[in-house]
Each structure stands twice: as C-alpha cells, then as structure tokens.
C-alpha cells in the first residue's frame, strides 16, 4: 500500500510532490497515478525512486489533481480501490460531488493557487462529513509543504477563490501596469521589468515578515508632500481599492455560479 498517492501529473500535481519529497517525504512511499505513458516517464526521470501508474491502487490518502469534470469518475475509482481518504485540490467542484462518488471515505476540498509551485502557495481547506481532524491534519501537512494552509467552512471557499485562487492574476496585471509605467517614463523595458519584479517581491518579504499592518508600512515609506504620496493619490483618484474590491467580488461570485 502506498503511503500517498497523487492522480493527476499535471502543474500542481507535480508541484506538490515536488513539495513532499523536499520536506522529507520518502520517494518510495509514493504513487503518481497519470494517464499518459509519456508524462509518467517524465515524472520517474524528474523525481527518482517514485512509483507511477496508468491506475489508482490501494494507499492512505490519495490527491486528486486532475480537472474538475473527471473528479467524480476518478474519485469513485480512488474509492473502490481502496484508499482511506481522498484531498481534492479541483476548482469547484463541491464536497457533495466528491462525498457522492466517494461514499463513506472521509474528503477534504482545498482551494490552492499557483505560487504552489514555486513553494509559495495559499491554500484553504475544508472537510467533509466524514473527515476528523486526522484528516485535516493530513491534508493541511500535504499543501503546507508548497505553501500556507487555513482551516475554512465550505461555504468560505468561493471566497479562497476570488482572494487567493485568482489573486496571483491580479498581482502580474499589477506588475504588467507598473512596467509599462516605467517604460512610459523612459526606462528600458527590461530595466523596467527587473525594478518592478524585485519591489514586487521586496515588498511581498517584507510585509510576511513584519509586524506591522499593511496601512502602517505603507504610511512609513509615504512622507507629507512626496514621490510617493503623489503617486498614491493618483492611485486612490483612480479607485484602486474599489477596483480590487469588485474584482475580488467578481471572481466570488462566478466560483459561486460555476460550482453550482
């Protein structure tokens, strides 16, 4: 029986066993289910002494990473196989689909996103009617390896979705505007590029690694009459916190109509 097992070598099925296998997890203990015979062999030569299959076998805890219209079939087959619990990491698709397919084997849903796949992932989970707190704890040591993990209802997690799920989107349009900006003011585009890539995470280090609130950082570096209080206020005249506010909502809502 494998320890774990991974449906879907696809991006974020890859990444997080890429995750696992840095933080510990033994190579030999794991399975990685994918349909086609060239990824797998892609996969073995990436990540030594796994296992790969063509189908789902018998294991403590399988993650379906595979797209969302093949989750009920893949979680049936999970299930008749044999595995103790099941983590989808599916965009919308719901715990009653996966608790229809599945049966009484406890399910977690995540909601994660792409920075997964650097390591710098966010993630929401949320378990099912017949999953403890074993099984949270399983799932949320899974996706903690490529990144953050919160404990959420169900009902929170078209939320995850629009905040965190499409978040990464907003954040390269933002860097998008600030590199056009600058080659709008007479930068290089790649000098431009390389100044707006490195505030971007400058700026994402220090606010992880601070104390202090966002509103306080950003007042720190804002003095009366400046740079860059002229620049926030071009911001603000634009509606920028409204504009955020409404995509957030936008996404939500349409996590919400897609799921249903």
């Known amino acids: ?40 062999a892609e996969l073995q030569a990436a990540h030594a002494g796994i296992r790969v299959s063509d189908h789902p076998e018998s294991s403590v805890g399988v993650i379906l990473a595979v797209k969302p219209n093949d989750v009920p079939t893949v979680a049936a087959g999970a299930a ?6 099941i983590l989808s990491v599916a965009a919308g698709v719901t715990i009653s689909v996966l608790e229809a397919a599945a049966g009484a084997v406890p399910v977690v849903r995540a909601m994660p996103n792409t920075p ?18 074993t099984d949270m704890a399983w799932a949320e040591g899974i996706l903690s390896a490529v990144g953050v993990v919160v404990r959420v209802p169900e009902s929170s997690l078209d939320a995850v979705t629009g905040l965190s799920g499409s978040g990464p989107a907003y954040v390269f349009m933002v860097a998008e ?5 600058g080659v709008l003011m007479g930068l290089p ?28 950082l950003r007042a720190d570096v804002t ?34 109509e897609l799921g249903a």
């Open 189 to 216: 585009r790649d000098q431009a590029a390389a100044l707006a890539i490195q505030t971007l995470r400058g700026a994402a280090q220090l606010l992880a690694e601070s104390d202090s609130e966002p509103a306080k």
């Open 80 to 85: 008749a196989a044999g595995v103790e619990r």
């Open 177 to 181: 505007a600030m590199i056009e900006g």
């Open 116 to 133: 997964a796949l650097v390591g710098q992932g966010a993630a929401a989970i949320a378990g099912g009617t017949h999953a403890g707190d």
């Open 223 to 256: 003095s009366p009459g400046g740079t860059t209080a002229a620049g926030l206020l071009a911001l603000e005249q634009r509606g920028l916190r409204a504009a955020f506010a409404e995509a957030i909502q936008a996404a939500t809502t349409r996590s919400r």
């Open 1 to 40: 029986m494998a320890e774990l097992q991974i449906i879907g070598g696809g991006r974020m099925g890859e990444a997080l066993l890429a995750g696992l296998l840095a933080d510990g997890l033994d190579p030999s203990s794991v399975l990685v289910v994918e349909a086609y015979e060239s990824r797998r």
